[in-house]
Each structure stands twice: as structure tokens, then as C-alpha cells.
């Protein structure tokens, strides 16, 4: 196959799925690594595809462009699941948590099957799958009802009235982007304002986000950055970023990701908000 063809089948995979990976279309194809990474190159420097680590994504997202979940799982997967790891870190047995919608936020539920007497109430379908499927049989999983999103939560009035009557330890929640302005922030206005019920619910909010989140802007804010007790990230956070996270946030953690997606050494906590 020549490489114009090999690019434009590429191309039209990207549009369909809204991510691919270079291992697997390595693979499909029959040829390495970088002869993949030379065909991402040139479509991203045509404008045509968004490279990212490890693949590429549809270009050109805007404030409102809202990814479905498998497009969304094959970015920074290593980064997420050692976040994931860290964040299974904070939470005791008998702990009454919520998980809202998102990639890194199912990495976590994986985590979580086999802590005791756990209480998981979350917006996010495929959360409640992984926990209903290897949980634990003295753990209860609550789902919200609601309409379902492009990323597989349930939002709407349906899951803010179910969130407002609870009361809840910890929430995990996942973000679209983060900035100095606009705080947290999401591509869908129903799913904002969930995530701000869930927030309220919660004695503390763990917010759990890889390092490309910083500087993507979603048309609507969930809360400011000051709302966040924990925020966990991984070592790719670009020091303007660890610079106001650390002084806005309760702690900022960073974790280092490695190829195998586990987390290494020792985590590191950097700045505590005034």
C-alpha cells in the first residue's frame, strides 16, 4: 500500500472512531512504529488529525466537541493508569465515594473491586459496569439515571435530583480541561451541572486529570480550581501549570507514568492552597 493510501485510510479511521493508536494501525498495516508516526506527522501538519501521545485524534476541537468514550480511551493511557493507581490509594474500606464520568475515572472503578463495604454512586455507565462485573458482593453500586451523553454519562435533571438526596465521602470527578480562568470545565452543559451536584454531595473532591487537560477550555465550568482538595496529575504537567495548580489547589500530586502504565517512585505532592 502505498503511503497516500495508507494516510487517507487512516484518515477516514480517525473520523469514524475519533481516535486511533499507532500500535494497533502498526499492526493493521503491516509496517513499524515510525512509518505510522511519518503518516500521523504529515496529516497533523495538513491539519487533517490532532496527534497525541501514542496516536492521534480528530483536529480541531472546539469548546463544545465532545469526544465519545473509546475516542477518549486511547489517549495518555499510560498516564492514566498511573493516576488511577494513586487515587485507588485514597480510599478506605466502608468509604461512601462517587466516580463521575470519564476514561481516567474507569481506569480508577478498575481499581476499586476489591475494596470492602465500598459505596460507589456514579453518573458514568461504563464505572458501573466494571463494578457490577468484578466488584465485590458486600460493595453496593448506585447509577443515576438520566440522558446519556457522547461520553457515556447520564446528566440532566433525572441524575441531579438522584445526587442532591446523598451524601457522599469523596468524589472522583474527571475533567474535559483545566485553566487558570475558567477553572474545571466541560464540552456539555448537562454534564456540568451534574458534576456540580455531585461536587456539593461530597465532603471532598478529588479531581483526577492527565497533563493534556491543562489549557483546554469546555464551554461550561464545573468549579473553580480553589474547589479542589486533591488534584491528581501525572509528571508532564508543564511548569506554568504546577505553578498555579500548586498554589490554587488543596495539594497538587503528580505521578510518573511509565510504558506499562503503572505508576513508579514515590508521588509527588507540590503546594498547599492559602
Given at each position: 500500500m502505498?503511503?497516500?493510501?495508507r494516510?487517507?485510510?487512516?484518515?477516514?479511521?480517525?473520523?469514524?472512531?475519533?481516535?486511533?493508536?499507532?500500535?494497533?494501525?502498526?499492526?493493521?498495516?503491516?509496517?513499524?512504529?515510525?512509518?505510522?508516526?511519518?503518516?500521523?506527522?504529515?496529516?497533523?501538519e495538513?491539519?487533517?488529525l490532532?496527534?497525541?501521545?501514542?496516536?492521534?485524534?480528530?483536529?480541531?476541537?472546539?469548546?463544545?466537541?465532545?469526544p465519545?468514550?473509546?475516542?477518549?480511551?486511547?489517549?495518555?493511557?499510560?498516564?492514566?493508569?498511573?493516576?488511577?493507581?494513586?487515587?485507588?490509594?485514597?480510599?478506605?474500606?466502608?468509604?461512601?465515594?462517587?466516580?463521575?464520568?470519564?476514561?481516567?475515572?474507569?481506569?480508577?472503578?478498575?481499581?476499586?473491586?476489591?475494596?470492602?463495604?465500598?459505596?460507589?454512586v456514579?453518573?458514568?455507565?461504563p464505572?458501573a459496569?466494571?463494578?457490577?462485573?468484578?466488584?465485590?458482593?458486600?460493595?453496593?453500586v448506585?447509577?443515576?439515571?438520566?440522558?446519556?451523553?457522547?461520553?457515556?454519562?447520564?446528566?440532566?435533571?433525572l441524575?441531579?435530583?438522584?445526587?442532591?438526596?446523598?451524601?457522599?465521602?469523596?468524589?472522583?470527578?474527571?475533567?474535559?480541561?483545566?485553566?487558570?480562568?475558567?477553572?474545571?470545565?466541560?464540552?456539555?452543559?448537562?454534564?456540568?451541572?451534574?458534576?456540580?451536584?455531585?461536587?456539593?454531595?461530597?465532603?471532598?473532591?478529588?479531581?483526577?486529570?492527565?497533563?493534556?487537560?491543562?489549557?483546554?477550555?469546555?464551554?461550561?465550568?464545573?468549579?473553580?480550581?480553589?474547589?479542589?482538595?486533591?488534584?491528581?496529575?501525572?509528571?508532564?504537567?508543564?511548569?506554568?501549570?504546577?505553578?498555579?495548580?500548586?498554589?490554587?489547589?488543596?495539594?497538587?500530586?503528580?505521578?510518573?507514568?511509565?510504558g506499562?502504565?503503572?505508576?513508579?517512585?514515590?508521588?509527588?505532592?507540590e503546594?498547599?492552597?492559602?
Amino acid at each position: 500500500m502505498l503511503a497516500q493510501q495508507r494516510q487517507a485510510a487512516i484518515l477516514e479511521r480517525v473520523r469514524a472512531t475519533g481516535g486511533v493508536r499507532v500500535t494497533e494501525l502498526a499492526t493493521e498495516f503491516g509496517v513499524s512504529d515510525m512509518t505510522i508516526r511519518r503518516d500521523l506527522e504529515a496529516l497533523h501538519e495538513r491539519g487533517l488529525l490532532a496527534k497525541v501521545h501514542g496516536g492521534a485524534t480528530v483536529a480541531g476541537p472546539s469548546s463544545t466537541d465532545e469526544p465519545g468514550f473509546h475516542a477518549k480511551s486511547v489517549r495518555q493511557l499510560s498516564e492514566k493508569a498511573a493516576i488511577a493507581d494513586r487515587a485507588a490509594q485514597l480510599v478506605r474500606p466502608g468509604a461512601a465515594v462517587a466516580l463521575s464520568a470519564g476514561t481516567t475515572t474507569a481506569e480508577l472503578a478498575r481499581r476499586l473491586v476489591d475494596v470492602p463495604g465500598l459505596t460507589v454512586v456514579t453518573n458514568s455507565l461504563p464505572v458501573a459496569e466494571i463494578l457490577h462485573a468484578g466488584g465485590r458482593p458486600d460493595q453496593t453500586v448506585v447509577l443515576t439515571g438520566g440522558v446519556r451523553t457522547p461520553s457515556d454519562a447520564l446528566v440532566g435533571p433525572l441524575a441531579v435530583g438522584a445526587v442532591r438526596a446523598l451524601h457522599l465521602d469523596l468524589l472522583f470527578l474527571g475533567v474535559h480541561g483545566i485553566t487558570e480562568r475558567a477553572g474545571f470545565t466541560t464540552p456539555n452543559l448537562m454534564e456540568a451541572e451534574t458534576d456540580r451536584a455531585l461536587v456539593a454531595a461530597a465532603d471532598r473532591l478529588v479531581v483526577l486529570a492527565d497533563h493534556s487537560k491543562w489549557g483546554t477550555v469546555g464551554i461550561s465550568s464545573i468549579v473553580e480550581l480553589a474547589a479542589a482538595h486533591v488534584l491528581v496529575s501525572d509528571d508532564r504537567l508543564p511548569p506554568p501549570a504546577r505553578r498555579v495548580l500548586g498554589e490554587q489547589v488543596g495539594e497538587l500530586i503528580m505521578v510518573k507514568a511509565t510504558g506499562a502504565g503503572r505508576a513508579t517512585g514515590t508521588p509527588t505532592s507540590e503546594g498547599t492552597a492559602q
